[in-house]
């Protein structure tokens, strides 16, 4: 469990594709993620248990809910290794009532210094679309800097990275 200023992230569980379905099967949350639509629900089952298994390498993605009223959920935010490589990226979404408010950031800064506290990566990775401006801007306030690594088959995305922790 991580707890900030206005926050409580908590490692993601089955019981949690509550949120996985209210933001991917959102159209306006989806359209800057691989295939740029809604998942289905039957993809949306096979997604979240991946995300729990990730945590047997001891770090992953962590449900977001408000410190104030832990029971509602309003995103989530983690670091995962990207399949098929050596490499780890930060990923992030907010239901879109919760988006401009700072706490993407908020949740963001946190797992990547839990993340690179705990030494489980020594880089992170953060990759974005070309068009998701508000994206790049966040990964940029985390310090991150351009990367000509490229972790995925496409020219349209930014991809930078960080190897220090954000204060």
């Known amino acids: 469990m991580i ?39 039957e993809c949306i089952q096979n997604y979240v248990p991946s995300k729990v298994a990730h945590w047997s390498r001891g770090y992953g993605t962590f449900v977001v809910a408000l410190k104030d009223n832990p029971s509602q959920k309003i995103g989530y935010a983690g670091i995962e290794l990207i399949p098929e ?13 919760y988006q401009g408010k700072g706490y993407a950031f908020e949740a ?17 990775f953060g990759v974005t679309v070309v068009d998701n401006l ?6 940029r306030k985390l310090g991150m800097q351009e990367s000509k690594q490229r972790l995925y088959d496409s020219d349209n995305l930014v991809t930078l990275s960080t190897q220090t922790r954000i204060l």
């Open 3 to 41: 707890e900030t200023e206005r926050l409580m992230l908590s490692p993601v569980t089955l019981e949690d594709i509550d949120i996985y379905q209210k933001l991917l099967t959102c159209a306006e949350i989806t359209r800057y993620l691989p295939g740029g639509e809604p998942f289905s629900l």
């Open 134 to 139: 508000a994206s790049e801007k966040l990964l």
């Open 85 to 97: 490589s050596n490499f780890s990226d930060i990923r992030y979404a907010l239901i879109l009532q």
């Open 108 to 124: 963001s800064k946190a797992v990547l210094n839990f993340t690179l506290e705990a030494g489980f990566v020594s880089e992170v």
